[in-house]
């Protein structure tokens, strides 16, 4: 990955409402991954305490819209066509973690894998959810 791209990405990333409302933090980036790592809070949980299904439904999507984006040498915009996730087993943790992997990146449209994993206060890695996820390019 260019040194302009890394940038770009990092800059919508900082600049995303949505991560900034997650308090999200970029953990790794490269050319076709990216994983993202989200805190634990009251409003992202069950009563019995567990990450909410939406909650990992909508970090799958936006993990996967990064990783496609990494997949493209220019800056682009990508939408998602469609979102699969397998729910493992309870998310019970401190924090979602992303592992987004581009699958086939082609020219206008992306297969990507996104694995979550739910972190617990050890820092031990459960793996909670697994996805398909396509996306395409629109600019």
Do not use: W
Request: net charge neutral.
């Amino acid at each position: 990955m260019t040194p302009e791209k890394r940038q770009l990405v990092e800059k919508s990333f900082n600049n995303s409402e949505t991560l900034k409302f997650y308090k999200a933090t970029l953990e790794e980036l490269d050319t076709d991954y990216i994983s993202i790592k989200i805190p634990k809070q009251d409003i992202m949980t069950r009563k019995a305490g567990m990450f909410n299904g939406a909650m990992m439904a909508s970090l799958v999507d936006v993990s996967s819209g990064y990783a496609a984006v990494t997949h493209y040498d220019d800056d682009c915009y990508v939408v998602t066509v469609e979102l699969k996730v397998n729910y493992l087993r309870p998310a019970i943790g401190d924090a979602l973690l992303s592992k987004s992997y581009v699958i086939k990146g082609g020219k206008s449209i992306s297969v990507v894998r996104t694995e979550i994993y739910c972190i617990s206060e050890n820092q031990k890695e459960s793996h909670v959810a697994t996805s398909l996820v396509t996306m395409m390019r629109i600019k």
